[in-house]
């Protein structure tokens, strides 16, 4: 995946002159001796990392973290005091006003904690705002809100006001704002964290849907680590304007790394977060025959084993008794059985785990329908269990 959003070195100190702040920070000082011998306030510390081009790319951390002086910085809301943010390769940080307002306007969009629309203008008006800014004519930004209005299921409340709308309706507008300038980055800061459990859950849903079509590069920020979870491709962990970890949710949840990241993973349930592929065992070929029309090989998964064709899609699986059978000359038309099951690597293992039949071989197969690999129930229990919070086993009723 391409690189996006990259950023290298980034200090924000709130004050004055943060020179002397700066250097402390240089010599190993942490932000309260700062600001106990300075009394500046250390934003940023030295923060690097790179957003991949259409990635959900989470920043977390609990107040005070410098979650949201790193969103602001971006877009130079916050002015850094020093390192550098590249768009595609252009310094945001040293660009000069018109340029910035440019960025603002084409490249880059947020969507605030508290909606931030317009009270005076209709919900259409809102959303058009930004192409407005741009100064594009009335018909073709008009069009432009129609059709993301029409995305966002607000078709019918276009010329309504935000005050008829409900919350979740009315941060589907400011959503609906940002999409329509067909900005490259999306910045998120607490988007959703203003609205009722219901709602917000739906509105991560809504997000994950949009993304599916608009592929855009979201920088998301939040404090509520079960929402980097579920939305997040990948989730930096950011304490005292540091960043102390950064990795995919799978990565963070294994190897947290420090005792502050810990407490944000102890209560997740593994079963909801890792997917087949993560326990998997990777197939392997034995073998490769012609038997009856029948062109396959054998793909081993602890005593069955899988045939497939030329194109590594399943043909049917063997037991170990008719490997045996097959390695005899008996024909493999007669001996490859249906009995098995198939689940795609994607497949979170409390999806795999409801699935899941004693004495039935399975699969791992990818989007195409290839064999990946294969699972065995101790896999997946092992790397449910594998919490500081017990979980129920989803087996219980089916005699693993």
């Known amino acids: 995946m391409t690189e996006c959003l990259k950023i290298e070195n980034l200090y924000k100190i709130f004050a004055k002159s943060p020179q002397q702040a700066m250097q402390m920070l240089a010599a190993g000082s942490n932000k309260e001796e700062v600001l106990a ?6 934003g940023l510390n030295n923060v690097s990392l790179s957003v991949p081009a259409g990635a959900i790319y989470m920043i977390m951390g609990l107040s005070g973290s410098g979650k949201s002086t790193l969103a602001r910085c971006i877009n130079r809301l916050n002015e850094p005091s020093s390192g550098k943010i590249l768009l595609d390769g252009e310094d945001i940080v040293g660009l000069d006003e018109e340029r910035l307002r440019e960025i603002r306007r084409t490249r880059i969009s947020m969507v605030f904690q508290h909606f931030a629309l317009l009270p005076n203008k209709r919900v259409i008006e809102n959303t058009e705002f930004g192409l407005k800014l741009r100064g594009v004519p009335l018909q073709e930004r008009r069009r432009r809100a129609e059709e993301v209005l029409s995305v966002v299921g607000l078709s019918r409340w276009a010329f309504h006001f935000p005050h008829e709308l409900s919350g979740g309706m009315r941060q589907r507008v400011g959503l609906a704002r940002a999409l329509a300038t067909d900005a490259d980055v999306l910045i998120m800061d607490e988007a959703f964290s203003a609205l009722d459990p219901l709602i917000r859950t739906e509105m991560q849903d809504e997000l994950l849907r949009l993304q599916r079509t608009f592929k855009k590069t979201i920088l998301f920020i939040t404090h509520d680590f079960q929402e980097a979870l579920k939305l997040g491709t990948r989730i930096a962990i950011m304490s005292e304007g540091e960043l102390v970890r950064e990795g995919t949710p799978q990565q963070i949840v294994l190897e947290p790394k420090s005792d502050y990241v810990a407490a944000f993973t102890r209560e997740i349930d593994r079963s ?45 699986a063997l037991s170990a008794v008719d490997q045996l059978k097959a390695n005899s000359g008996t024909s493999l038309n007669s001996l490859i059985s249906s009995d098995y099951i198939a689940v795609p690597a994607s497949a979170k293992l409390v999806d795999v785990a409801r699935v899941y039949r004693t004495g039935q071989p399975m699969a791992v197969i990818d989007d195409s329908g290839k064999l990946i690999g294969t699972l065995a129930a101790e896999q997946i229990l092992s790397r449910i269990a594998a919490t500081s919070s017990p979980q129920p086993s989803s087996f219980g009723d089916q005699n693993v």
Do not use: C, N, P, W
């Not at 011998?37 to 250390?42: F, L, Y």
């Not at 997917?275 to 090989?297: L, P, Y």
């Open 272 to 316: 909801r977060l890792f997917d087949a592929r993560s326990v998997m065992t990777a197939a392997h070929a034995v073998t490769r025959m012609q038997d009856g029309g029948v062109a396959g090989k054998f793909l081993v998964s602890g005593e069955a084993a899988f045939v497939v064709d030329s194109d590594d899609r399943i043909l049917g």
């Open 37 to 42: 011998k300075t009394g500046a306030v250390v």
